[in-house]
């Protein structure tokens, strides 16, 4: 018998038989547009820079700043994992650079980076995002080749 026993909640099981496949493309909008109905407003969004954006309202902001910046980008889910209220997501994101992003102007310069996202979930609904991904990477590829 296993030293410790974990017990899984039916939104792990449910998650653990949903398919593994490309996230499809498409403006932030549309991606964006039901995301009120799965976050609380007490959802707190904890992104690299670690300034908590509270609720649905936040989540949005967050989101749309990196899909607007990269219209018609892909995410593609490369694994998932999925203990108790947690759930992973490794994640390879690659796109033409569309928008501004972090006042970088847009040059059209492609991208692709990973990043790891790990959701806390209650009552069926997001309560916490943590997104990890290497900003400085991203950086240096939107700006390679330009004058220093």
């Known amino acids: 018998m296993p030293e410790r026993q974990r017990r899984t909640t039916s939104h792990v ?3 653990q038989r ?3 496949a490309p996230l499809l ?3 932030s909008a549309g991606r964006l547009r039901h995301a ?3 976050v609380p407003p007490g959802l707190r ?3 690299p820079d670690r300034q908590p954006r509270p609720g649905a309202a936040g989540f949005i902001d967050a989101e749309k700043k990196h899909l607007d910046a990269f219209p018609g980008n892909r995410l593609t889910v490369l694994d998932t994992v999925a203990e108790a209220d947690k759930v992973g ?3 390879v994101v690659e796109g033409d650079q569309g928008g501004d992003y972090y006042n970088i102007p847009p040059r059209g310069a492609h ?20 997104a990890h991904y290497n900003l400085a990477d991203i950086m240096d590829q939107l700006t390679a ?4």
């Open 36 to 38: 009120h109905r799965h």
């Open 111 to 130: 991208v692709r980076f990973s990043m790891f996202n790990l959701f806390t979930f209650k009552d069926g609904k997001i309560i916490e995002k943590r």
């Open 13 to 15: 099981r449910r998650n």
């Open 145 to 148: 080749g330009s004058a220093a």
């Open 25 to 27: 493309p498409g403006p």
């Open 45 to 47: 969004l904890l992104p």
């Open 18 to 20: 949903r398919p593994r």
């Open 89 to 91: 997501a490794y994640v």
